[in-house]
């Protein structure tokens, strides 16, 4: 686990004994429970969109490695322009410290759109899934990374069990394994290395290969051009989660339509 990944960890597991303080987890687990209409996050993935692909679309306010991405960020005004760009789904980093957002992007995105939501953030305790339910998500992130084989198959279970999906994130042969042993369907493979944050595509070009008959994969970081997704199409890769390209386009409407190759001949910028 990198520094950066393990501080994250640290101060993840003091926010959650913080918020269990004020809200204990069998209260949060009946919020949770009370949650209806939870939209298909896996479903909308499980097969290629119109256009032969999926985007899922990312509202992120910074990063580490770069600081903050766009001011002003209007969550509910970039799910609307996402939904019109043609999007699958859209992904919303909660993080405060690191990335700058909060549980209420996510619930503000979920209700500006029919979309389905995916809430991303370092999640490694069952009370953040039964926050997350509660919030409104409609899946979540695990890291492969970030958590124990068994942990990871626990989290899964119990996404299973309050009807929450669940996106596992890998970066290597290895992870992926371990996904897999753990039983996950929906594979996220991560470009970007969270040890150095270097950023190549071809790592999901080669992770591919790991994907058995009925899991579906997801190509995440470093996605900003329609070249770069014919190249993942290429290997049977149909879902892409693409978060800064678009938050600094001057026009993710138009930028999203390019990327599902809408304008021929044009790349998106």
């Not at 039964?130 to 279970?157: C, F, H, K, T, W």
């Not at 470009?191 to 290969?209: M, P």
């Not at 938050?247 to 790349?267: F, I, N, Q, W, Y």
Request: proline residues 4%.
């Amino acid at each position: 686990m990198s520094d950066f990944l393990s501080r994250i960890i640290e101060r993840k597991k003091e926010e959650v004994r913080a918020a269990a303080k004020w809200v204990p987890e069998g209260s949060l687990r009946r919020e949770a429970e009370k949650v209806n209409g939870r939209r298909a996050f896996s479903g909308r993935l499980a097969e290629p969109g119109p256009a032969g692909m999926n985007v899922i679309a990312e509202v992120k306010r910074a990063s580490p490695s770069k600081g903050r991405i766009r001011d002003n960020v209007d969550p509910a005004e970039f799910a609307r322009m996402y939904e019109e760009g043609g999007a699958a789904a859209v992904s919303v980093l909660t993080d405060r410290d690191s990335f700058g957002g909060s549980p209420e992007d996510l619930k503000i995105v979920r209700a500006a759109t029919m979309l389905p939501a995916l809430r991303k953030d370092f999640i490694i305790t069952p009370y953040q899934v039964y926050e997350s339910a509660a919030m409104g998500a409609d899946a979540i992130l695990l890291i492969v990374r970030a958590l124990s084989p068994q942990l990871l198959r626990d989290l899964l279970s119990l996404c299973s069990d309050i009807g929450l999906d669940a996106l596992v994130e890998t970066h290597n042969e290895h992870e992926f394994e371990i996904a897999s042993q753990a039983g996950a369907r929906l594979i996220g493979i991560n470009n970007r290395d969270l040890s150095t944050f270097d950023t190549d595509i071809a790592t999901s070009i080669r992770v591919s290969g790991k994907a058995a008959p009925g899991q579906v994969l997801v190509a995440e970081s470093g996605i900003h051009t329609r070249s770069d997704i014919e190249r993942l199409l290429d290997v049977g890769i149909w879902n892409f989660l693409i978060g800064e390209s678009l938050m600094r386009s001057e026009d993710p409407v138009m930028m999203l339509r390019a990327l599902h190759g809408a304008e021929k001949g044009k790349e998106a910028r």
